[in-house]
């Protein structure tokens, strides 16, 4: 605590009405008790004295109060600054150029799939202007063949025209499908790095569980079931024996 510190001001002000107090009840106490040396000149300034210490408290509330502020202003600049240079450090610019680099990349992405499909409908009309090649499955090279029923196969969106490609369909690709597997892949890979940094630290704490086991059996007995089986079945223990062993260190069910 400082001599300029709120706590310090008000400290000393606190103290001087303590000091102011005393002061004032000593000269009454000797009145009482028939100390005629005591006049009511010296009550009174005693009184006095109590009343400016009053006000001096009160001052000392407005500089400590005036100190604070100062401090809360100091620490909101520099939270405010540290703050600013954080949000500096990834600007909107960024964000604006990687926007137009996704949008960029997914109208190339809708270029290329409508080009792949346009392709497609090119290659069966080559196909079919071929007077050799008979319409149907062929198991090698390319064919084609009219659709003449519904067919199920996944993103299958061709109207009237099916593409063989060594003995296997290639249906059309779907635009809308795609552009959407684009937009979640980042989603999806986030979920998988979580999945694994979760599946990590589930190995790490079987791994320090099963080290407790061996160190500390008393302390490993304090784990959750569902721990201890975990770290047991990484030891290849038996759970069952482990249960039944007469000589495993006991401790009270209402700590689990």
Same mark, same amino acid.
């Given at each position: 605590?400082? +001599?300029? #510190?709120?706590?310090?001001?008000?400290?000393? &002000?606190?103290?001087?009405?303590?000091?102011?107090?005393?002061?004032?009840?000593?000269?009454?106490?000797?009145?009482?008790?028939? !100390? #005629?040396?005591?006049?009511?000149?010296?009550?009174? !300034?005693?009184?006095? =004295?109590?009343?400016?210490?009053?006000?001096?408290?009160?001052? &000392?509330?407005?500089?400590?109060? %005036?100190?604070?502020?100062?401090?809360?202003? /100091?620490?909101?600049?520099?939270?405010?600054? *540290? %703050?600013?240079?954080?949000?500096? #450090?990834?600007?909107?610019?960024?964000?604006?150029?990687?926007?137009?680099?996704?949008?960029?990349?997914?109208?190339?992405?809708?270029?290329?799939?409508?080009?792949?499909?346009? +392709?497609?409908?090119?290659?069966?009309?080559?196909?079919?202007?071929?007077?050799?090649?008979?319409? =149907?499955? /062929?198991?090698?090279?390319?064919?084609?063949?009219?659709?003449?029923?519904?067919?199920? =196969?996944? =993103?299958?969106?061709?109207?009237?025209? @099916?593409?063989?490609?060594?003995?296997?369909?290639?249906?059309?690709? !779907?635009?809308?499908?795609?552009?959407?597997?684009?937009?979640?892949?980042? +989603?999806? &890979?986030?979920?998988? $790095?979580?999945?694994?940094?979760? *599946? %990590?630290?589930?190995?790490?704490?079987? +791994?320090?569980?099963?080290?407790?086991? @061996?160190? !500390?059996?008393?302390?490993?007995?304090?784990? #959750? $079931?569902?721990?201890?089986?975990? &770290?047991?079945?990484?030891?290849?223990?038996?759970?069952?024996?482990?249960?039944?062993?007469?000589?495993?260190?006991?401790?009270?069910?209402?700590?689990?």
């Amino acid at each position: 605590m400082t +001599a300029e #510190s709120p706590e310090a001001i008000l400290a000393a &002000a606190d103290q001087e009405i303590t000091e102011a107090d005393a002061a004032l009840a000593e000269l009454e106490q000797k009145v009482i008790d028939g !100390d #005629s040396s005591i006049t009511p000149d010296q009550i009174e !300034d005693a009184r006095k =004295g109590r009343w400016w210490a009053g006000l001096q408290r009160r001052q &000392a509330e407005k500089r400590a109060a %005036a100190l604070r502020e100062a401090e809360a202003q /100091q620490q909101r600049t520099v939270a405010q600054l *540290e %703050a600013r240079r954080v949000l500096d #450090s990834v600007p909107q610019s960024e964000v604006d150029e990687a926007e137009r680099a996704a949008a960029e990349a997914m109208q190339k992405l809708r270029d290329v799939v409508r080009a792949r499909n346009d +392709a497609r409908a090119r290659a069966i009309l080559v196909l079919q202007a071929c007077a050799a090649i008979v319409p =149907g499955r /062929q198991p090698q090279g390319l064919a084609w063949a009219p659709i003449t029923e519904p067919y199920a =196969g996944r =993103g299958q969106v061709d109207s009237s025209r @099916r593409l063989w490609v060594d003995g296997r369909v290639l249906p059309a690709l !779907d635009e809308d499908a795609l552009m959407d597997r684009a937009r979640t892949a980042p +989603a999806e &890979a986030d979920s998988r $790095a979580q999945k694994a940094a979760d *599946e %990590a630290a589930r190995a790490r704490r079987i +791994a320090e569980d099963a080290a407790l086991y @061996r160190s !500390d059996p008393r302390a490993f007995e304090e784990l #959750s $079931a569902y721990r201890r089986k975990a &770290a047991l079945d990484s030891l290849g223990v038996d759970w069952s024996r482990y249960l039944g062993d007469p000589n495993r260190p006991r401790v009270d069910p209402n700590r689990l």
